[in-house]
Antibody, heavy 123, light 107 residues
């Protein structure tokens, strides 16, 4: 069974840097064809894809946030990290991490997702 | 970037009804389309990938179709637990993008 759980600060001040951790079980990020992504959702709004990291350390970012985002992994600890700099109140959202898998040469979308963690940006 | 547009934004239906939600991509995404269900305060749950393939454990009352730019999610015989918000997402090319959501409410 695959599970993921996000952790990090619930409150950050404007201009600070946010570091979120996704701790997972049931799969390894050293296995070919596996990825972990980050998606966020402002209160009452739609989902927004942020970043992805793959087993081979390939990384992809949302262009609109690329200058502020860094995604990394610690395969030995089954963790993925998302670092977002220069936080602003508009970044207030629930942040989710999610598993991604390639099956028979074809990538599927995100499944399953973590429970999410609400991050509020306020002074 | 690919824009995903869902319609309707909200939908009222009764238990037992069959409903269809549409999702349109601003350019051809082949069949790289997923559907998610989200209930209040919960994480999204994957229903369908590759436009029409059901995720393991998802009941067959959910079905998806389409290819290219036009896609549909159909839910048959609505039950109380099906009332939620539904999102489509394209994963044909980066940046991945979601629709704005369709809120399915009880009439």
């Amino acid at each position: 069974q695959i599970t993921l759980k996000e952790s990090g600060p619930t409150l950050v001040q404007p201009t600070q840097t946010l570091t979120l951790t996704c701790t997972f079980s049931g799969f390894s990020l050293s296995t070919t064809g596996v990825g972990v992504g980050w998606i966020r959702q402002p209160p009452g709004k739609a989902l927004e894809w942020l970043a992805l990291i793959y087993w081979n350390d390939e990384k992809r970012y949302s262009p609109s946030l690329k200058s502020r985002l860094t995604i990394t992994k610690d395969t030995s600890k089954n963790q993925v990290f998302l670092i977002m700099s220069n936080m602003d109140p508009v970044d207030t959202a629930t942040y989710y991490c999610a598993h991604r898998l390639r099956v028979a040469g074809t990538w599927r979308s995100f499944d399953p997702w973590g429970q999410g963690t609400l991050v509020t940006v306020s002074s | 970037d690919i824009q995903m547009t869902q319609s309707p934004s909200s939908l009222s239906a009764s238990v037992g009804d069959r409903v269809t939600i549409t999702c349109r991509a601003s350019q051809d995404i082949s069949n790289y389309l997923a559907w998610f269900q989200q209930k209040p305060g919960k994480a999204p749950k994957s229903l369908i990938y590759a436009a029409s393939s059901l995720q393991t454990g998802v009941p067959s009352k959910f079905s998806g179709s389409g290819s290219g730019t036009d896609f549909t999610l159909t839910i048959s015989s609505l039950q109380p637990e099906d009332f939620a918000t539904y999102y489509c997402q394209q994963y044909n090319s980066y940046p991945y993008s979601f629709g704005q959501g369709t809120k399915l409410e009880i009439k």
